[in-house]
């Protein structure tokens, strides 16, 4: 039955999710025009990163193929936020926009780093471009091989940081963890150079129980429902954050 539930679900919200995003744009359009204002890219961004957490959200809602807790912790915002989050499953998306409303609660929402590799899907395609997520280049990778960078996308990756108002999402494993009960994969330590260029703080997530809804490896599996995201809170240094993760990851 999760087996079921869980290709529902993502068929589902592959299908809803570009033509929700679309209207919610076209939407913004009209009205900005309807009260003489311009609709800013960074508008139109932000109508569609709270379209995909609310649909997300609703879906998971009417398609219970998990069994969601969320262990907050109250952010202040009172300053620019990097979200530093484990990876163990393709699904650690949709389970993040799910709480993203209940979590990133300043301003216009986060904006997250990905491989550019997964725009080869035209629907991650869409939706990563409409709300402005940022991509890097690497080599395509098998879970848990060495990622390889591609050094010419870090100038581009540093411009759009520069010059974007929103919070920032950070993988820092960089790719699916197939083996999160023996830790985290090497971590990449990118977050720390954003953090003195946009003078932000760390707030670290913890994910668990994604990989074993939708394992990196063996696919759709379903030998489990439960799933956790923990908030630690915000400030820290990064090496103590990443600690926390891999003892969450591991327990």
């Not at 993203?100 to 725009?119: C, D, N, P, Q, S």
């Not at 280049?137 to 520069?162: C, H, I, Q, R, W």
């Not at 993988?171 to 999160?180: I, M, R, V």
Request: hydrophobic share 35%.
């Amino acid at each position: 039955m999760t087996k079921i539930l869980t290709t529902t679900f993502i068929l589902t919200i592959s299908l809803l999710l570009p033509p929700s995003i679309f209207l919610s744009r076209l939407l913004t359009r009209f009205t900005s025009y309807l009260t003489f204002r311009k609709p800013t890219p960074q508008r139109l961004q932000s109508t569609s990163i709270r379209t995909s957490c609310f649909l997300s959200r609703l879906l998971l809602t009417l398609i219970p193929f998990c069994s969601l807790k969320l262990h907050n912790s109250k952010l202040t915002f009172n300053k620019r936020k990097i979200f530093i989050c484990n990876h163990q499953s393709m699904l650690d998306i949709f389970i993040l926009m799910s709480v993203g409303g209940r979590v990133f609660g300043r301003g216009e929402g986060v904006k997250i780093i990905y491989w550019k590799g997964a725009e080869d899907n035209l629907v991650t395609r869409y939706v990563f471009r409409s709300c402005g997520h940022i991509p890097v280049s690497m080599t395509s990778n098998a879970p848990g091989e060495e990622n390889v960078y591609d050094p010419s996308s870090f100038k581009n990756l540093l411009k759009s940081v520069k010059s974007t108002e929103f919070d920032l999402g950070i993988l820092p494993e960089g790719q699916l963890n197939p083996t999160p009960e023996r830790g985290l994969l090497p971590i990449y330590t990118g977050a720390e150079t954003l953090k003195r260029i946009l003078k932000a703080e760390y707030v670290f997530m913890g994910l668990k129980g994604t990989g074993e809804i939708w394992h990196p490896v063996e696919g759709i599996v379903g030998r489990g429902r439960k799933v956790e995201v923990k908030v630690f809170g915000e400030g820290g240094e990064f090496e103590e954050g990443m600690n926390k993760l891999e003892e969450w990851s591991m327990n």
